[in-house]
């Protein structure tokens, strides 16, 4: 019996190629599990057989071309709920199956990660921790101002998007004694209000808050939202931090902010272009920090992840 090809792309963590149990119909199946993301030539060679292609969330895109690459495709398994970066007409088009394998509580778990940045880039956590490169205590040098944290109680978040993990970050601000306000396109102060917000003008949202977390969903209209006509205009010495989308922040003019202080410092977990390149400016920049897109990545979240792979393997195979 001709076994059918399946192939995984991106397994960054390298959690599926030991947690996809695939036991009870591994005789139907040739299953290869690609932990680094290919292109060109290797993802041609990966994909040329695969009659089942497995994505994890935004990562490898499928486009024509992609398909193109893969004439004997006929099922497309997703991890998530929605994949911005898969041409689904094109998907259509060519009468392949598109499915999604729905994981854990990524909301919670991206708002987690929000508030670790949050935290660790206000209170700059490069400069107060210790550690086997770093012993010496509180990093004494007289030579340079020593950098001495303020407190979140009384101070301003502004989110921009207050959906269901805005509501859950602010859920939290308010916790630490924090002013809460927000701003989306379609923000009112009465829906502001029911969240303990107050709603702004995004410039008046800028120009205001030592924080601002973003959390709106990209669009034509949000793309590049934040750019250089408003970028400028942010609190001496506020934080930003961005676990929604790159793209909502035009990339060249946030540079130019960062570089010439307008704003004090920058932590995101997303990136137009991932993995993010080795050579890419922000890695030259001291008031950034970085996650490599965590978001969403946690171990309750893959187990989901894994069980719906694995019971969408079994209604293909019937």
Known sequence: MQKTKIVMLDDWENYFSSQLDCSSFKDKIDITIHQKTLKGKELHQAIIDAEVIILLRERTAVDREFIAKAPKLKQIICTG???????????QEAGIKLSFAKGGDSKSTTAELTWTLMLSAYKQLDKLRISPAQRQWRQQDIAHEVF????????QLGIIGLGSIGQKVAAVAKAFGMEVACWSPNMNPKRAAEHGAKALSLEELLSTSDIVSIHLVL??????????????????GAVLVNTSRAEII??????NTLQNGSLGYYASDVFEQEPL????????????LMTAHFGFVAEEVYRLFADNIRKELIDYLG
């Open 81 to 91: 709920n929605q994949v911005r970066n898969l041409d689904s007409e094109a998907v």
């Open 148 to 155: 001495i944290p303020t407190m979140l109680k009384g101070k």
């Open 277 to 288: 390149p080795s050579e890419h400016p922000l890695y030259s920049l001291d008031n950034v």
């Open 250 to 255: 035009d990339p060249e003019a946030l540079l």
């Open 219 to 236: 669009s034509e209209s949000t793309h590049h939202i934040l750019n250089a006509d408003n970028l400028n205009s942010f609190k001496k």
